[in-house]
Nanobody
Framework: QVQLVESGGGSVQAGGSLRLSCTAS????????MGWFRRAPGKEREAVAV???????????TYADSVMGRFTISHDNAKNILYLQMNSLKPEDTAAYYC?????????????????WGQGTRVTVSS
């Protein structure tokens, strides 16, 4: 099992920045990709960004078009922490953000392919 705990959410005005963190513990060596997903009120859960971790390095992170150029995903292999730096935030970024991990070897943006999930952290962006 892998346990994921997110932190760093909060409220910010449009144009501001936040950094989310996700600390992983347990059998983290079994995971090959990690990502951030979000669910806005009344909408489906969607991928924000995913990145290879551990021995799956060599591939580049992938971002949703809506966050490209504004968000940056990174992973500290030594500390087992996944980050999401969010800049130039917009009201439409308001959502619950979830950290997730999968043992799939290939890149995937499909939430159903991720078997480990954190409890989520809320981000609210006001105009």
């Amino acid at each position: 099992q892998v346990q994921l705990v997110e932190s760093g959410g909060g409220s910010v005005q449009a144009g501001g920045s936040l950094r989310l963190s996700c600390t992983a513990s347990g059998y983290t060596y079994t995971t090959n990709w990690m990502g951030w997903f979000r669910r806005a009120p009344g909408k489906e859960r969607e991928a924000v960004a995913v990145t290879p971790v551990g021995g799956s390095g060599g591939s580049n992170p992938t971002y949703a078009d809506s966050v490209m150029g504004r968000f940056t995903i990174s992973h500290d292999n030594a500390k087992n922490i996944l980050y999401l730096q969010m800049n130039s935030l917009k009201p439409e970024d308001t959502a619950a953000y979830y950290c997730a991990a999968t043992f799939f070897l290939r890149e995937t943006l499909t939430p159903e392919d991720y078997m480990y999930w954190g409890q989520g952290t809320r981000v609210t962006v006001s105009s």
